[in-house]
């Protein structure tokens, strides 16, 4: 059975792809640097728990021993193959196995490893009847050495997944406690996480661009969460080596943006301030201490008195990017609950229709 997809498909659609028909057919993920499609095992690990053995196979650092050995039986002259003890064989229970970077697999490797694809075997040892396999890869286009053989491509199932764009990722990004500064910056930057298949980025500076030779550094989902660890401790780092590690992660560029940023954010209202006195605190004229402000406070409301005292501040900002930018965080992310029965919000969702249509 062939199947080809041509069309990107989201980050958040690809585990229920994947654990749909991954059982019959492997699903290859496709897509470039750093957009999350190693997280997709440790989604379905946290959503399904202890019904599958969850195994990640690193494949271009293995070797032949690493998988299977054959072994001479004595008794019956012949081989025996011998299965690592990373398929977890021992269990009864059925795998979820991904094979990450499969592509950037040596030739002899990859003809292994496509048996556990196609035949759900790892040497002469079948995996558990319900075992899901699925794959990732890069692009060919990405220019990091991915590359299949006609037919084991045609007997999977090979999916491009589209890059996470700055709404989505700000959303995910506020669940797991990155920085609301590093958030505040991706929404006043959304170029930040387009695709150079997107055409029109030959001069984005900060995105990985495989026609940029010896690129290491750069802005993805993926660095974005490697970069708040230097956020969050930069006092103790010092301001140098600050914007140094940052760069040496997201890209100079980034780096060169984000230390002027940072510092606005230290200068800026507290939030309980705003919510204790909304109708007189200063309203920021810069457009980058709005951001944060509204990101500052998609952390800090805690009650529905919180959130209309703060959306009385919200109705003085001039910006309606900025007034957008919080109401979809805001009725989206943590404050869900809350602000779905909101007076003021559903009020300004109805005053600005216009605004939410796609």
């Known amino acids: 059975m062939a199947i080809q997809i041509n069309d990107a498909i989201g980050l958040d659609e690809v585990a229920n792809l994947v654990m749909t028909v991954g059982h019959e057919i492997t699903v290859v993920l496709k897509g470039e640097p750093g957009i999350g499609k190693s997280s997709v095992l440790k989604e379905l690990e946290q959503q399904y728990r202890d019904r599958y053995d969850y195994i990640y196979v690193d494949c271009p650092v293995m070797d032949l021993s690493d998988i299977v050995m054959r072994i001479p039986d004595h008794t019956t002259k012949s081989l025996e193959s011998y299965v690592s003890s990373l398929f977890k064989l021992d269990s009864p229970k059925p795998k979820i196995l991904m094979l990450d970077e499969f592509m950037k697999t040596n030739k002899l490797l990859q003809t292994l490893f496509t048996r556990i694809m196609l035949e ?83 001069d984005n500076e900060y995105i990985f661009n495989p026609s940029r030779r010896g690129m290491m550094s750069f802005v993805t989902p993926r660095s974005l969460v490697k970069a708040d660890v230097v956020v969050k401790n930069h006092e103790k780092l010092g ?120």
């Open 120 to 202: 759900r075997t790892v040497g002469d040892a079948a995996l558990p009847a319900g075992s899901i396999v699925f794959a990732t890869s890069n692009h060919s286009s990405d220019g990091v050495g991915d590359a299949m053989l006609a037919h084991a491509g045609n007997r999977v199932m090979v999916v491009n997944v589209d890059k996470t764009r700055h709404v989505k990722w700000n959303l995910w990004a506020a669940s797991h406690g990155v920085s609301s500064v590093i958030r505040a910056w991706v929404a006043m930057n959304p170029r930040c996480l387009a695709s150079y298949l997107d055409g029109g980025q030959d």
């Open 239 to 358: 301001r140098a080596v600050t914007k140094a590690a940052l760069a040496g992660t997201c890209g100079a560029a980034f780096a060169n943006s984000f230390e002027a940023f940072m510092t606005l954010g230290k200068q800026l209202t507290p939030v309980k301030d705003i919510i204790n006195d909304p109708e007189n605190v200063a309203v920021p004229e810069k457009p980058a201490a709005l951001f944060i402000t509204m990101f500052n406070a998609i952390d800090t409301i805690e009650t529905q008195d919180d959130l209309s005292s703060f959306m009385t501040f919200v109705n003085r900002i001039r910006s309606e990017e900025v007034q957008e930018c919080f109401f979809t965080m805001a009725l989206q992310g943590r404050l869900s609950r809350l602000a779905s029965r909101n007076d003021q919000m559903k009020a300004w969702g109805m005053k600005n229709l216009e605004l939410m249509m796609p």
